[in-house]
């Protein structure tokens, strides 16, 4: 299990599925648009993917350049930015594969969300993945209780901006997107849902 865990890291057991069914495969360029500590990138680093990674917070950007100078010596530092996701200054369609895992459901309102999915969208590239894991209230419809919007307080004490099925296939549709998966959610024990959506940028 240790070398498992070496290997891996801490990676969302629904990012490593797609690599086992070589959705994203070696040669990739990969984004992690909004990526915390690095959780999901160890794998892809010390396997020589082409990795740039987001966050807001200058300490785990700190802790993704160390991982990275440790695993992939040969990127570049630059290539892990302290950005907000609706503002990252890489180019538009660099990316292969966009990871946004537990990130969009911090979004305050309507109009953050919509801002922070348009900048993962804007870096991938015709054809390219997006792999996206968020809040929902897929499964435990009306017990949350409502904040704001689509902000709602869940049973941990928790604020989390829901969505649900029909926004998810709605935005697939705007977007112009294929969906890779049907949309896949895990109720954890009545406290939260989260939904695996896999989707693939037209041409």
Same mark, same amino acid.
């Given at each position: 299990?240790?070398?498992?865990?070496?290997?891996?890291?801490?990676?969302?057991?629904?990012?490593?599925?797609?690599?086992?069914r070589?959705r994203?495969?070696?040669?990739?360029?990969?984004?992690?648009?909004?990526?915390?500590?690095?959780r999901?990138?160890?794998?892809?680093?010390?396997?020589?993917? +082409?990795?740039?990674?987001?966050? @807001?917070? /200058?300490? =785990?950007? *700190?802790? #993704?350049?160390?991982?990275? &100078?440790? %695993?992939?010596?040969?990127?570049?530092?630059?290539n892990?930015?302290? +950005?907000?996701?609706?503002?990252? @200054?890489f /180019?538009? =369609?660099? *990316?292969? #594969?966009?990871?946004?895992s &537990?990130? %969009?459901?911090?979004?305050?309102?309507?109009?953050?969300?919509?801002?922070?999915?348009?900048?993962?969208?804007?870096v991938?590239r015709p054809?390219?993945?997006?792999?996206?894991?968020?809040a929902?209230?897929?499964?435990?419809?009306?017990?949350?209780?409502?904040?704001?919007?689509r902000?709602?307080?869940?049973?941990?004490g928790?604020?989390?901006?829901?969505?649900?099925?029909?926004?998810?296939?709605?935005l697939?549709?705007?977007?112009?997107?294929?969906?890779?998966?049907?949309?896949?959610t895990?109720v954890?024990?009545n406290q939260?849902?989260?939904?695996?959506?896999?989707?693939?940028?037209?041409?």
């Amino acid at each position: 299990m240790g070398d498992l865990h070496e290997q891996f890291g801490a990676i969302d057991i629904y990012l490593f599925d797609q690599l086992l069914r070589a959705r994203i495969a070696p040669g990739m360029r990969v984004l992690d648009a909004g990526c915390g500590g690095g959780r999901n990138l160890v794998y892809l680093l010390r396997e020589g993917y +082409e990795v740039f990674a987001a966050d @807001s917070d /200058p300490r =785990a950007i *700190a802790q #993704v350049r160390q991982l990275a &100078a440790g %695993l992939a010596p040969r990127l570049p530092a630059e290539n892990f930015r302290v +950005e907000r996701v609706e503002e990252m @200054s890489f /180019p538009d =369609a660099c *990316a292969d #594969v966009a990871l946004s895992s &537990a990130v %969009l459901h911090f979004a305050r309102h309507d109009e953050q969300f919509h801002a922070m999915l348009a900048g993962t969208w804007r870096v991938l590239r015709p054809g390219g993945l997006l792999f996206c894991r968020l809040a929902s209230s897929i499964g435990m419809e009306g017990r949350f209780q409502p904040v704001e919007g689509r902000r709602f307080r869940l049973p941990d004490g928790s604020e989390r901006y829901l969505v649900d099925e029909p926004l998810l296939l709605a935005l697939t549709a705007e977007l112009g997107g294929q969906l890779m998966d049907p949309l896949k959610t895990t109720v954890v024990q009545n406290q939260r849902c989260m939904t695996t959506w896999v989707v693939r940028k037209g041409a």
